[in-house]
């Protein structure tokens, strides 16, 4: 299990990185934490020719925080954004960010793998990429030309596959602000602590006057791709908080998955997973948590 | 006698080294001028192996040696195996597959070269032409007509069929009230130790002697096997065990890079080191307790067993190396466990499928029939409206009966149980705990919505295993003891123990010895260490050899100090005359005296040092009580296990702390064995579990405390009383889980018959009854 | 691809690369290939093989050592991407015969059987209780599950770590 012979570069600030991607283009793969490429070259599932390390690059990470959003540059450390986030008040919106970095690998992984590079590799059944689906965060690309910012569901395409272009790199994370009545929760079932999750749901739900107003709601493991939860947002969006609602809009959804069935369970269990994790946390982020909902897997 | 070591829970002697990271384990072994081997190994299941060239491989600069079966002669030497039943239609594994192979993962060709990347660079250039076959990966379906065949000797698949009886089955099940019949599998699953396997090789120029440091449980077995395939004499092969980072079973066994290692390093004329990476591990360590049990048992209307009638298949992989039918074998005569079981026959068929070689893992076929009998226990007391408890107090052997000879003997040894206090074992582990009140707490629990569940596993392991173990124990003139054992230990602290055990005969401080293991070069003969035999077979070796030196070193000092031999005793140290302490002599002048040209009585031979062989095959049988609590979450399937009692008896126990640590290892790999893990195989023969991300051992959050009773009812086939236990918890807590997995959701309609009880398996066995709670309904 | 279709002369950026790092207060400089992981390195060119390969892939915590401080899988980066960093490793955790409180606590507590998972066991309790004081046994399990261990079943594990939050003045 040792990795295929590469050529190292390691650049040493953004626009060096992107002259390198924008040379070598296919050629080159782009090393951030390394907590799941390393494995990938490891065991000669990936091959780049060219590895450039993001590692010495400058001001490609830390964390800004201002009137309740939050930027965090795509080479933040796990365990940097969870410390800065575990100082800050619990339930509120970014705290789900904050459940959700709990959950992936240990805190091993999380010393070194970063923010971008969870997004970047789009494992269906992390974690980052449902939460900040949820939070509804914009994702800063660059590349030589200039910089484009998109949405969650234009970046993630498929079964570790981003729209992420071979010369572009993803530099920023941004968290919009929400209400101040918005509370967030992250529940997964995993088969292991750390493990990858079997399914995992991150929701946001802001209720005003006793109606929820606005929500995002996203799953990982349950598609071969983070998938939003639209119509269950939509269906949520204007009425009063109720568990028969939402367990109709949470049935009706998940019935629709499709998950990639593995060695750990068929596709029924995992539908089942994602209807059950979506109720829970949707009632848990608009208030509506019964004693059942604090112990999740 | 004065101080008692035996019976200490003391520090292991072991572990400073390995808390300082000084350990030495074989990829520590540091050689000048290593060579790196990797394997090219099959990515067929099953195929025809038309050509391997590998003449690119060989021109890689880095590059020094590649070659194929080709290169191994003629005739390539098979591995041997150890047991040939009237049955058996060996399937001998060679060490790189000649003209087909038959699972993922089987050795191809070999690259040698100056370091391990570029081996695995080297490995991509080789090119091999295969002719798919069909794969046949199942070994219920491999032993039916019209399968796939894996060897032309066996067209059926079928390598062996053992059949154990005793008593009057027929009459049995005549005469019974109730026969009920059950199909209950395990999964295939096996050790997976932290540290994979690993051998370095090197021809010393001067003597060409070939030293062989290999993580194997028996070096001694090793180096002959060795001998024999490379057709030299023993004596120009040593192998030494470093550090081992665990074996359970699985580093028993006699790998085809056991012999590519030593061949390639004489082919190549340096060092070679091949270390085993974790994909290779899972493609091809020794997978094990694959079982199909088809299960009969007669019985009274009153719950009294009359017999047991059972047919089960092994899922023996693809080849037989030394221990290939054991798990088969042994898992016959455990079925009937320590329960009064009048009359049995047990058909023991081992079926050849596309799959890595299985091999014995630390319960070795005793999991397997446990399973089928104490999950089988259960159904039966339901279908009864028995207590299950009070369904196995009916029948359990008493202290009375024993010893009790079952009539069986297995590929290893007879079952004769040679002691016990079973009742007593059982009601005890009830009492801790409170069965009594579990029922009670399990009705309230189900009204609140939760599923908790109470399991019971009653085991008895085959320990000790023979023919022999050497141990040699002497006294270095300047009065150190030294134990040179032909054990192998992989973490059991069996360093300790025999120190313990040897300090009690000499009296010297036991941390002050050196215990030396696993060396061919050191002592003559060894077995090594599995089936649970440090205690009884080293430590009986280490009793001889210790009693001689004892006695001599009476005589000696009586010589010196011009006193009777039966005047003297050992303390702190010395021997002095009983009483006199001032005619004290110390181990040092006692081991100059022995020395050659030392002065000695008349007639007396010259050193200090005894090396002694205990010869036995009278294997003594260990047993325990294990009950787990479980909790199973309605919603999700997930099993948590709470509670956790084991009452264990393994006769003497030379060190409680190292034995309640082997309990407690032993059940968290008996859970996972219950609750995760699993060898996964497509249906055409790809291997699925190649990680540690799709074969989940138990980490820190999934195990629960052992709580730990002990009973000592010491074995009457050895000196020290004692009986093996290490591999105890693996079998009781397989089934204890599975048993309190069952119990926490059969009431629900369903039956759990097989394992592992994964989260989503759990949740389809509550959906599938109908009835299921809240949670567990139905989405689409 | 073929391993030999690009010569050096194609190579675009390193092969090998001198680095200097700090392990265990001492620094070491070193031409090492850039695809040799960190533990590779520490085992193969510092003779430090305190530090096990386990699994390679990040699971099993075996080469758990500290990078400026924090725990990482040395398996999961290579050594040039520790160049002019400071490393500790399992072998400089004793102050010479004396052994770290946590080391003296696995080995009053049993904390070990075959020893192969240890110094990552170690290194993890070391990150874990530099910032804790009175772990409760849960959160232990928790700081804990991401170093696998196959022999102990935890238990002697779990009380060492205990008895270390309470012996280590830190």
Known sequence: ?297 | MGVKMVGASVRRMEDPRLLRGEAAFVDDIRLPGVLHMAVLRSPHAHARLLSVDVRAARELPGVVDAFSAADLGAEPPGIPFFYNPASFRPAPQYPLATDTVRYVGEGVAVVVAESRHLAEDALELIEVDYEPLEAVVDAYAAIQPGAPVLHENAPDNVAATMVYESGDVEAAFAGADRVISKRLDMQRYTGIPMETRGVVGHRDAVTAEMTIWASTQWPHTMRTVLAGMLAVPARSIRVITPDIGGGFGIKADFYPEDFLVPFAAGRVGRPVKWIEDRNEHFLTIAHSREQIHEVEIALRDDGTILGLRARHITDCGAYQRPLGLVNASLAATSLAGIYRVPALRVEAVCASTNKAPASAYRGAGAPEATFARERLLDIVARELGMDRAELRRKNLLTPEEMPYDTGLVSLEAAVILDSGSFPAAFEQALDMADYAGFAARQQAAREEGRLIGMGICVYHQLTGTGPFEGGSVRVDPTGEVTINSGAAPQGQGTATMLAQIAADELQVPHDTIKVVFGDTGRLAHGMGTYASRNAVMAGTAVVMASTKVREKALALAAHLVEADPSDMVLEDGYAHVKGVPTTRVSWAEIAAAATPGGNRPEGMEPDLESVQYFENMAAPYSYGIHIAEVEVDPDTGVTTVGRYVVVNDAGTIVNPRNAEGQIAGGVAQGLGGALMEELVYGPDGQPQSTSFLDYLIPGSLDVPDVEIGHLETKSPLNPLGVKGMGEGGAIGGHSAVANAVADAIEHLGCTVTRTPLKPATVWELMRSTGAAPAGAGTTA | ?170
Request: proline share 6%; with cysteine; glycine share 10%.
């Open chain 3, 1 to 170: 691809m073929d391993v030999d279709e690009r010569t050096t002369a194609d190579h675009v950026g390193l092969r090998e690369k001198t680095i200097t790092v700090t392990v265990n207060g001492d620094s070491y400089q070193r031409t090492v290939p850039v695809r040799r992981s960190l533990v590779d390195f520490l085992r193969e060119d510092l003779g430090l093989t305190g530090s096990h390969v386990g699994c390679e892939q990040g699971v099993c915590g075996a080469c758990t050592v500290l990078l400026d401080g924090e725990p990482i899988r040395a398996c999961l980066m290579f050594a040039v991407q520790a160049d002019g960093n400071e490393l500790t490793t399992v072998e400089g955790l004793a102050s010479g015969e004396e052994l770290h409180p946590i080391q003296q606590a696995f080995w009053d507590h049993h904390g070990l059987q075959c020893g192969f998972c240890t110094p990552g066991f170690l290194l993890t309790t070391y990150d874990f209780l530099r910032e804790k004081h009175g772990a409760t046994e849960p959160e232990i399990r928790e700081a804990l599950s991401g170093n696998l261990c196959r022999c102990t079943g935890y238990q002697g594990i779990v009380r060492s770590v205990q008895a270390a939050d309470e012996t280590w003045e830190r």
């Open chain 1, 1 to 297: 299990m040792k990795p295929a012979p590469f050529d190292y570069l390691a650049p040493a600030d953004i626009e060096e990185t992107l002259d390198v991607l924008r040379e070598y283009g296919d050629e080159a793969k782009v090393l951030a934490g390394g907590q799941s490429l390393v494995p990938m070259l490891n065991f000669r599932l990936a091959r780049p020719a060219v590895l450039v390390d993001l590692n010495q690059v400058a001001g490609l990470d830390g964390i800004q925080a201002e009137d309740g959003a939050l930027r965090i540059g795509a080479t933040t450390r796990q365990r940097s954004l969870e410390r800065h986030l575990s100082s800050r008040p619990a339930g509120g919106p970014q705290d789900l960010l904050r459940q959700a970095l709990g959950y992936i690998g240990h805190p091993q992984i999380r010393a070194r793998g970063t923010v971008g590079g969870s997004l970047a590799h789009a494992d269906p059944a992390a974690e980052l990429p449902a939460a900040v689906s949820a939070l509804g965060a914009t994702l800063v690309i660059r590349n030589a030309e200039g910089t484009r910012e998109v949405a969650p569901d234009e970046f993630f395409e498929g079964f570790f596959t981003t729209s992420l272009a071979a010369e572009e790199l993803l530099t920023e994370i941004r968290v919009p602000p929400w209400p101040g009545s918005t509370r967030g929760a992250f529940l997964e079932v995993s088969r292991r602590r750390g493990d990858f999750a079997q399914v995992a749901v991150a929701a946001v739900v802001t209720v005003a006057d006793g109606r929820i107003t606005r929500a995002g709601l996203a799953l990982a493991g349950a598609a071969p791709r983070t998938v939003q939860a639209y119509s269950v947002v939509d269906g949520l969006v204007g009425s009063e908080p109720d568990a028969g609602v939402i367990a109709e809009l949470a049935g009706n959804f998940a019935a629709e998955l499709d998950p990639p069935p593995d060695t750990h369970g068929p596709a029924e269990y995992r539908r089942h997973l994602a209807r059950h994790l979506l109720q829970r946390a949707i009632a848990q982020a608009a208030g509506l948590a019964g004693p059942r909902a604090a112990s999740a897997a």
